[in-house]
């Protein structure tokens, strides 16, 4: 009886660790997948071309798409390489900080400002949380 009392909170606990897992596995899995789709459409679509002219980064449009695309696969790998996925996070979290920056700067509401503060929280939990998330 004793030997239950003990083991059920330890239920829990490995539990929640297999929780994290699976939601941080998650997370790297959907921001990985949408920063290399995303640098598609940036580098391919009329669109994101006179977005960056309205944000100013007209210039910047194929390095950022192609910074996308790379630190997209490279999250994605980062499954499987420790080093990989925290160089990728903060890269990734870097460049959504920047955009959350821009977005404000130019005058965005909320709506256009929103994705950019949400990949970048994504990003945060992915290099924050990284030492708990070992294979």
Request: glycine residues 8%; aromatic residues 18%.
């Amino acid at each position: 009886m004793n030997s239950l009392k003990y083991s059920f909170p330890l239920f829990f606990v490995s539990f929640a660790h297999l929780q994290n897992k699976k939601m941080k596995r998650t997370a790297i899995l959907f921001s990985g997948i949408s920063h290399f789709i995303y640098g598609i459409l940036t580098l391919s679509l009329p669109f994101y071309k006179a977005e960056f002219v309205r944000y100013g980064f007209d210039h910047f449009r194929e390095l950022i798409g192609g910074v996308q695309i790379v630190f997209g696969i490279c999250l994605l790998i980062g499954l499987y390489s420790y080093k990989l996925r925290l160089f990728s996070s903060l890269a990734l979290a870097l460049l959504m900080g920047g955009a959350l920056g821009t977005r404000i700067y130019i005058g965005d509401g909320l709506l256009e400002t929103a994705p950019s503060l949400f990949y970048l929280i994504i990003n945060l939990f992915i290099f924050i949380d990284i030492k708990n998330f070992k294979r």
